[in-house]
């Protein structure tokens, strides 16, 4: 039988004639890949592509998007059954394990996730180093690297499978009272420890909100709004902080310390801050009858201005996530009549005057999943300084999972990108009593640094 051919790209040295052919890949579903792990070694040059935008950096198994058609598949689950049928720590099976748990698997991993919440008491000192006013996502980096000792490769091999389920179990146990405790420490109130009768959103809820003074109950459309947010935000393929918690693990690094670095990529506006900015920009906005005035902001291409929670780099028709959270979010509203409600009536009116208007309807500029989040979490009664600490929750699930990945994989090799060189060339070195006369260009021109250099 005649072997079928594989299928391949050519690249002509246009300086030498020279081919070099490089294979193609295929995955089972989106774009194909050229696999140019050997273009160094054919042509001696690098491929080039900042920000990685043509770049797969990876093959995995877990996460699909397809922005075009607006599909998120989680294992091939659309995010929408997963979200309106499942909870979040199904979610969480799923995407660790590759199938959804059954029954009694479900109340193994609940158990799994409930025994483990609390933090070592010493663990609890770590908070009171930080300054009173610090930005919970800086104590957050923190006490998540602080864990790498707890969990040490001393006591724990992490390249085994029980090494990896313990940083898997706790992790995802865990996050929810760091990230509560954070909060606590910002407001002056008492740590409040986990309760393990409670379902993961009611428990992550009553660690936020409840005091020595008063147990907090939610309502099921606050519980519902949290852990759907959660869902939502769990994995989003090979994102900026998923990928820093592979790039740190592909040496062999503590994977505590690993997802501390993805904490600290996540914190970043153009990453996890963009529903703070929707918030943010509602303030500004201030009363309906200033909308009209931020929307034609919006569309002058002079001003930097524009609305905030509204279109996305990858979902350019509509972001799955978002027509979800907004059903959970109009319920929510619904309920809420709190001082807030001003703000969020705000939001709905924002919403309703930028989904008719013709500028946005001819760009495909729909709301994006941070748009509603936002709105949630405010109603939830948080300050937007918690925003991304909740998304950090949410997404350990998606770091940890692929980080597993990766680690099962035992051919990976260190991620170590090169570069386009762009300094001086080799030159001979100038001895110090030479360079007083031969440095007349200014040092660090324009910054504080050079003022500091100035003779
Ligand atoms: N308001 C006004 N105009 C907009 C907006 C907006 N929010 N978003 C895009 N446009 C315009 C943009 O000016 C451009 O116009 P033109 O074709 O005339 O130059 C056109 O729409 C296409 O936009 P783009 O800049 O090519 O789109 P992009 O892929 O570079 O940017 C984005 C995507 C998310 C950065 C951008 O839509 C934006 O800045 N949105 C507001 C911030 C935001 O909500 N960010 C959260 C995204 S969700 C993050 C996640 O998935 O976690």
């Known amino acids: 039988m005649e072997k079928e051919k594989k299928k391949s790209v050519t690249v002509i040295d246009n300086q030498t004639g020279k081919k070099f052919e490089f294979f193609i890949k295929h995955g089972s579903s989106g774009p194909s890949v050229v696999d140019f792990s050997t273009f160094y070694s054919k042509t001696g040059m690098f491929t080039y592509d900042p920000g990685y935008t043509s770049t797969a950096s990876c093959q995995s198994a877990i996460t699909y998007i397809d922005g075009e058609k607006g599909k998120l598949l989680h294992r091939g689950y659309a995010i929408e059954d997963l979200a309106n049928n499942s909870d979040y720590p199904e979610v969480c099976y799923l995407l660790l394990n590759g199938e959804l748990p059954d029954e009694n698997q479900k109340e193994k991993f609940r158990g799994i996730l409930t025994n483990h919440t609390m933090l ?4 609890l000192r770590f908070y009171s180093g930080f300054r009173r006013d610090s930005h919970p996502m800086a104590i957050m980096v923190g006490i998540v690297g602080a864990l790498s000792s707890f969990y040490s490769e001393k006591n724990y091999d992490f390249s085994s499978i029980e090494g990896q ?3 898997v179990s706790r992790l995802l146990a865990k996050m929810p009272t760091i990230a509560a405790i954070a909060y606590k420490y910002s407001l002056g109130q008492p740590f409040i420890y986990p309760k393990n009768e ?9 660690m936020l909100f409840s005091t020595p003074c008063g147990e907090y109950h939610p309502s099921l459309a606050r519980v519902e709004a949290l852990d759907k947010l959660l869902i939502l935000h769990a994995d989003h393929e090979q994102n900026a902080s998923t990928s820093t918690v592979k790039m ?6 503590n994977p505590f310390a690993c997802v501390a670095a993805g904490v600290a990529s996540l914190w970043g506006p153009a990453h996890g801050g963009a529903n703070e900015s929707v918030i943010r920009m509602l303030y500004e906005i201030e009363k309906e009858e200033n909308i009209k005035e931020y929307i034609d902001k919006a569309k002058d291409k002079k001003d930097p201005f524009r609305l905030m929670g509204f279109g996305h780099r990858v979902y350019k028709n509509h972001d799955p996530r978002a027509n979800v959270l907004r059903k959970y979010c109009y319920s ?7 001082v807030n409600y001003p703000l969020l009536k705000l939001a709905t009116k924002l919403e309703e005057v930028a989904l008719n208007d013709k500028y946005f309807i001819s760009k495909k500029l729909y709301p994006n999943v941070d748009f509603y989040s936002g709105i949630i979490l ?3 009664g ?3 300084s918690m925003f991304t600490v909740i998304f950090t929750v949410a997404r350990t699930v998606g770091w940890i999972s692929q980080w597993k990945e990766v680690n099962e994989n035992q051919t990976t090799k260190i991620s170590r990108p090169r570069q386009l060189y762009i300094g001086k060339d080799e030159r001979a070195f100038t001895k110090l009593r030479d360079r007083n006369r031969t440095s007349k260009k200014k040092m660090f021109p324009g910054t504080v640094l050079g003022r500091l250099f100035q003779t």
């Open 332 to 338: 929510l509203l619904e309920e809420i009549d709190s």
């Open 198 to 206: 409670l379902n993961y959103s009611e428990n992550f809820l009553h």
């Open 382 to 384: 948080l300050p937007e």
């Open 120 to 123: 070592h008491e010493q663990i």
């Open 378 to 380: 405010k109603a939830l």
């Open 165 to 167: 389920w313990v940083a």
């Open 248 to 253: 740190a693990g592909s040496s062999g690094a």
